[in-house]
């Protein structure tokens, strides 16, 4: 798990106005509402007087306001208001908690959980078809309950195709392309394969029989960050599926998923319960499979597991992996599960770069190269 990402938090529709929303990613509380002008905020989800939760609190105009004794925080993290005080006192400096960068995009709201200065942050991905009129969307949330890199490595993995989905017709590697390394390409924060598959079978599958336009059979994966994954399946020149997630890691053993699932075929609405029929039968497979997996987390050593040739996309995404350690952005949860329950622990936002004074400490970091 790392700082210095985009996390998804949260449906745009599950941020509002009225209440605020309690959320938990990378082992922590956050907060998540909506102010007066309809932009969403997302702070650390502890008030820094005693420890209340602003997630159960109410939100007054542009800030939410503590439960316990009403602290309010606006979206910047700063206190406006303490009812015990004098009316208008100059408010402690202290009296601030987190706020970090938030974007909304695909009716999803995403935090950026880390301190980088704008400039410097990996970017949330950009989907070019979204919101165009040849591409369709559905969005899926689920909730699984294994540790997210396996799921990414799981998106990544080109040769379980055919015994995971076997009734799918989904495109398999034959077994010559299999017993060579995948051709990997390097992109920007991440690493990519795309290939046309040799062993897909076109018969009788869920799909097969509405298909149009000359067959493809191309298909591949790519990652942008530790969380993000991109798949294509281009099943003919004219009918792909190009499915999106972004994952948010609530723990080391559970992972909220956010499937933005596009297609540029079979646009109307009257195909989009069977489209999502498909889809979740397929993502189901493949959660039974992850959620077994033993161990839980990715082992930090390749040597723990056996991989072959058609691993190369996983053994690639490992490599990322080491650099953000490289980095010191990998957060030591061994270390973090020991100090909470006694320690208030966040993430370091942006401001913690200019200003000092925090009541809460930031997370134990695995120190970098
Ligand atoms: S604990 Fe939040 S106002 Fe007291
Ligand atoms: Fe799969």
Redesign the pocket.
Same mark, same amino acid.
Do not use: I
């Given at each position: 798990m790392y700082i210095n990402f985009w996390y998804p938090v949260a449906l745009s529709s599950e941020v509002t106005a009225e209440k605020p929303l309690r959320v938990k990613l990378l082992c922590l509380p956050f907060v998540a509402f909506r102010d007066a002008a309809g932009q969403a905020h997302v702070l650390t989800d502890t =008030?820094?007087?005693? *420890? *209340?939760s602003?997630g159960l609190g109410k939100i007054h105009g542009n800030a939410v306001a =503590?439960?316990?004794? *009403?602290?309010q925080f606006g979206g910047d993290g700063r206190c406006v208001k303490i009812p015990s005080l004098a009316a208008e006192p100059k408010l402690p400096a202290r009296a601030k908690v987190d706020s970090y960068p938030v974007q909304e995009k695909y009716g999803i709201v995403f935090a950026f959980l880390g301190d980088l200065p704008e400039e410097e942050r990996p970017p949330l991905y950009d989907i070019e078809e979204f919101g165009t009129p040849e591409w369709k969307a559905q969005t899926f949330v689920l909730d699984l309950n294994a540790y997210y890199e396996r799921s990414i490595e799981n998106g990544l993995d080109p040769i379980h195709n055919e015994f995971v989905h076997q009734a799918q017709g989904q495109p398999s590697l034959s077994p010559e392309q299999q017993r060579v390394p995948l051709p990997i390409e390097q992109i920007p924060w991440g690493s990519k394969h795309y290939m046309t598959f040799g062993g897909s079978k076109d018969e009788n599958t869920a799909l097969s029989s509405v298909k149009t336009g000359p067959r493809v059979g191309a298909a591949g994966s790519w990652h942008q960050g530790p969380n993000q994954l991109v798949t294509y399946i281009d099943l003919t020149a004219t009918n792909s599926f190009h499915q999106y997630m972004f994952e948010a890691p609530i723990d080391e053993a559970h992972t909220k998923v956010y499937l933005v699932s596009m297609r540029n075929w079979l646009l109307q609405d009257m195909h989009d319960a069977r489209m999502a029929e498909v889809t979740m039968r397929v993502v189901n497979e493949d959660m039974v499979v992850v959620q077994n997996l033993n161990p839980v987390r990715t082992p930090d050593s390749n040597t723990k597991e056996l991989l072959v040739p058609g691993d190369t996309a996983i053994a690639a995404y490992r490599e990322w992996l080491k650099k953000w350690d490289a980095k010191g952005w990998k957060i030591d949860v061994k270390a973090l599960n020991a100090r909470l329950g006694d320690y208030a622990i966040t993430i370091p936002s942006p401001a913690r770069r200019t200003s000092d004074n925090w009541v809460t400490e930031t997370v134990p970091l695995v120190p970098g190269a």
């Open positions: =008030c820094v007087h005693r *420890g *209340g602003l =503590c439960p316990y004794h *009403g602290w």
